[in-house]
Each structure stands twice: as C-alpha cells, then as structure tokens.
C-alpha cells in the first residue's frame, strides 16, 4: 500500500468514499483541498466499457478546452513552402522539415505537439519509432495531419487536448490547473466529456461510460455522480 503524508491524509478526509459527488460539488473541493506548493493539474479519469484490444473498440481523439490547459505549448509544424509561412504567422515555435527530422533522429524532443502537412508525411513516417511512444507522432484521427496548419496551430496553442483509452479501457486527461476559476474547470470537464462520448467506437456495446473521477496532482480522487456527469453541458 502506498504511503501517504499527513497533508494528504488530511485531505482524504473531506471526501467521503461511498458518495458520487455532483461535478459542481466535485470542483469545489477540490480546489478546496490543494495542499501542495504549486499550481497542479486538474486531472480528469474515465472508465469505458470497451475492449482496446478490438480495433473497432479503440477510443482516440482531442478535446478543445475553452479555459486552456493553463500550460504554454510548444508547437513542431513539419511543412515547407507557403504552409511553413502560414504555420509561422500562426504561431508555431518551430517550423520546418529536413532539419527538424534531423534534430529528432540525433534525440531532440522540444516540443509538446507535432503538427504536418499531407504532403511531407512520407518523410515525416520515419519518425514513427520515435515519436509513437511518447504520443508526439502526427495523426489524421487527432487533427494533427491536416492542410489547414493555421487552425491546427490555434487550437493547440488556445488548448487541445488528445485522449487515448489505454490497455485497462482508461483515459487519463488534464483539464486544466487547480488556479482556475471554478467555472473555468467545469467549462473544460463538460468539454471533455462531450468529445469522449462523441468518440464512442462502433464497436461498442453496453454502457459506455463506466465512471468518471476528478482529481488534481497528488490529490485524492472524487468520485462523480455518473447520470450529472454526462449531463453537463457545453457552453
């Protein structure tokens, strides 16, 4: 079992293990209970009904979130030509192709999204060993291979976010920073639950959302009332 230091235990105790919290209630306290030293994440957990392992049961896509992620993206656009001047002009902190290939193969990471153009894929497909693993590899599916890099930039940079369900039919995802006001967290919880379910796979079957968890870093987790949940709206 892990071991926990008195703040936390202290914190554990405002939160009552048999309740399903009301999302309202949830953010509340959770902003209520920070302990640590710095501004954590706000972290949202979802438990799916689906099997991974099925390629029609895969659960993939990004999350626009309207108050941001409270953190500074650095945004690689892999494109040459009038598409490396518009990625400029929209913001992205590295433009280019052959060099940035390069810098990659000899192990630079410096950057949070890769963002490509169609066109220049076939080189960029060599990077796949190296940027699969981390999550950093562009893909048609997270809007991060697309023609309209402008667009791509802008919402990474305002605050998108990819989920991925994972081998134990979780997805794990920031939502924002415990400094956020408390309708800016709902405003991004409502967001990401909206695009979760709008990614339900074909292939799933029965109840889709299993449970929903809130919780920050370091923090104990806050159980939601399911049926409120996916009740929220967006707006």
Not at 70 to 85: I, M, S, Y
Not at 144 to 161: I, L, M, Q
Request: hydrophobic share 40%; net charge positive; charged share 25%.
């Amino acid at each position: 079992m892990p071991q926990h230091g008195k703040k936390y235990l202290e914190a554990a105790k405002q939160v009552d293990p048999d309740k399903l919290y009301d999302p309202t209630e949830a953010v509340a306290l959770l902003k209520q209970m920070n302990f640590v030293k710095f501004d954590p994440t706000v972290e949202m957990h979802m438990k799916l009904g689906v099997d991974p392992r099925h390629a029609d049961q895969m659960v993939r896509g990004t999350a626009a979130l309207p108050a941001g992620t409270g953190k500074a993206v650095k945004v690689l656009v892999f494109a040459q030509g009038e598409k490396a001047t518009e990625a400029e002009s929209a913001g992205a902190d590295f433009v280019g192709l052959d060099d940035y290939i390069k810098q990659i193969n000899e192990g630079w990471l410096g950057f949070d999204v890769a963002i490509a153009t169609p066109d220049v894929m076939s080189k960029v497909a060599g990077l796949g060993r190296r940027l699969g693993p981390r999550g950093l590899m562009p893909n048609p599916k997270t809007g991060t291979v697309t023609f309209d890099v402008t667009r791509a930039v802008r919402e990474v940079k305002a605050g998108r976010v990819e989920f991925r369900v994972d081998k134990t039919s979780l997805i794990h995802m920031p939502i924002g920073k415990a400094s956020f006001s408390e309708d800016d967290i709902m405003r991004n919880l409502a967001s990401s639950i909206d695009a979760i379910v709008r990614a339900r796979p074909s292939g799933a079957k029965g109840q889709y959302v299993k449970s929903v968890v809130l919780c920050s870093t370091m923090s104990p987790s806050i159980r939601l009332d399911l049926a409120k949940a996916l009740e929220l709206k967006v707006g």
